[in-house]
């Protein structure tokens, strides 16, 4: 794979409308890759688009439906006549101690962070492997350390690296190479309306030790991924210092590592209850941008 460059590669990135997606996407673009952006939020999407110079393909996709993640990939081969990377980069957060969460929002972060990322690479598969070329996931820090509050985000990223893992096996004697993403807290949308919003949240990050507690800029997730695509890795880490949480990932869930979010974590519950007293348990458990979007895709199964 010497000659591997991401120059006229086609890309398909799903959640593209916002954070990581569109920005990483908008990179791809200017590096020469052909893009094209699936997600839910049109309008999201249209103005992304529209920064990319209007050069992007786009697609309005529910990734929870398979048959909409094939004929996406469909619509992708009629248009560049191939598929080179897929990347399964959907995906939302819940956030809520279990015993009060509300259940549709964790089992809807599952749908779409776990079955949304199987249907993408189940229905890109084929045409990848043609190519000989590359896929990728999403998944998160979060795969490796499970913070109290986040067990439906932690339980998703934490599968679809596991999928990663087993799929890489899977596909590497035809030619094809497997990549999980794990950022840490990026300045996007979904990260900013937690700290905006949830007295909880906010709290649950207080209590996260450095650098783990830290914003990161979204310019450096964009640079690493890149890079990271361009290398073909295996698993991409942003910032870098994710990858020491990686390495010492045992260390994550001992009592020493967890002594204050332990601590924390009685006050997490009590300011919760109150913002479930306040919105209820849908809307404490959800942003309102992601709990509005889910609504409206009731009928197709989310």
Not at 11 to 29: C, F, K, M
Not at 162 to 187: F, K, M, Y
Not at 198 to 217: A, D, N, Y
């Amino acid at each position: 794979m010497s000659t591997w460059t991401l120059n006229d590669k086609v890309v398909l990135i799903t959640g593209g409308a916002r954070g990581i997606g569109a920005a990483t996407g908008l990179e791809l673009e200017r590096r020469g890759a052909r893009v094209v952006l699936a997600d839910l939020d049109a309008d999201a999407l249209a103005r992304t688009a529209e920064a990319a110079g209007g050069r992007a393909m786009t697609l309005e996709l529910d990734v929870t439906d398979l048959g909409a993640c094939e004929a996406a990939v469909e619509q992708v081969l009629a248009s560049h006549g191939r598929l080179d990377i897929a990347w399964a980069n959907a995906g939302i957060a819940s956030f809520g101690p279990l015993e009060q969460t509300a259940p549709s929002a964790w089992r809807r972060t599952i749908e779409v962070n776990v079955f949304g990322v199987y249907n993408t690479l189940y229905s890109a598969l084929p045409a990848v492997i043609e190519r000989r070329g590359y896929l990728a996931v999403t998944a998160s820090l979060a795969s490796f350390a499970h913070a109290p509050g986040l067990s439906a985000y932690a339980s998703s990223k934490a599968g679809v690296e596991a999928l990663c893992n087993s799929l890489r096996a899977e596909v590497a004697h035809q030619g094809v190479q497997v990549a999980s993403i794990h950022p840490t807290w990026i300045d996007t949308d979904m990260v900013r309306e937690g700290d905006e919003t949830q007295r909880s949240f906010v709290r649950l990050r207080e209590s996260m030790k450095p650098p783990f507690k830290r914003t990161c800029p979204l310019e450096r997730a964009v640079t690493d991924i890149v890079a990271g695509f361009e290398a073909r890795q295996r698993r991409i880490c942003t910032p870098r210092f994710t990858q020491i949480a990686h390495v010492l990932r045992p260390l994550l869930t001992t009592r020493a590592f967890e002594k204050d979010q332990l601590a924390a974590a009685p006050e997490i519950a009590r300011l919760f209850e109150a913002e479930v007293a306040e919105r209820g348990a849908e809307g404490a458990s959800t942003s309102e941008r992601t709990g509005a979007q889910l609504h409206a895709r009731e009928p197709s199964g989310l």
